[in-house]
């Protein structure tokens, strides 16, 4: 058993690392850079951990603090979104010239959705939870976040092909 909060906040945030650092980039994207959100996040998650009621809610409990990070840092910058900062953005060094471009326009084709499809999309597609989770989350029905797929979606696939043609 973990001895300090040091310790036990550490043992529950490696599982969940990845998954928490593509979150952070995909929302965080053409916005600020996805490290200081994630460092922001953390520091906050660390100052609240023992506000935390079940350790098997850890990562909600992080991307709920990310949220409110994000929205604050999009009030205090009055939510515009600076497309210039878009290449700046941090991608994989190991990602292929071909695959970055396809990375880069999803993230532009992401940018156009409503916060709810955005947020649920990458909450399901990148970080992989479940229905239930999102709805957790997002605190609205499952049947609410089905439906934010869906559309979401069907959205990004009319984005992405518009852009092609």
Do not use: W
């Not at 840092?73 to 878009?86: A, F, I, M």
């Not at 156009?112 to 029905?141: M, T």
């Amino acid at each position: 058993m973990p001895k300090s909060k040091k310790d036990q906040f550490m043992i529950l945030y490696q599982p969940v690392h990845e998954r928490f650092e593509r979150f952070c980039r995909a929302q965080s994207f053409g916005l600020m850079d996805h490290r200081d959100l994630m460092n922001e996040t953390l520091l906050i998650a660390f100052e609240k951990f023992e506000t935390l009621q079940k350790l098997e809610s850890f990562l909600s409990f992080l991307i709920g603090i990310c949220r409110r990070v994000l929205g604050n840092y999009l009030q205090k910058k009055q939510t515009e979104k600076y497309q210039d900062h878009l290449e700046n953005t941090a991608l994989d060094q190991q990602t292929c010239p071909s695959e970055k471009a396809d990375i880069h326009f999803l993230h532009l084709a992401l940018l156009k959705l409503s916060d709810e499809k955005r947020e649920a999309i990458l909450l399901f597609e990148i970080l992989g939870l479940r229905i239930h989770e999102i709805a957790e989350i997002q605190k609205v029905s499952e049947v609410a976040v089905r439906q934010r797929l869906k559309r979401g979606r069907d959205q990004l696939a009319d984005i992405l092909v518009t852009k092609r043609n």
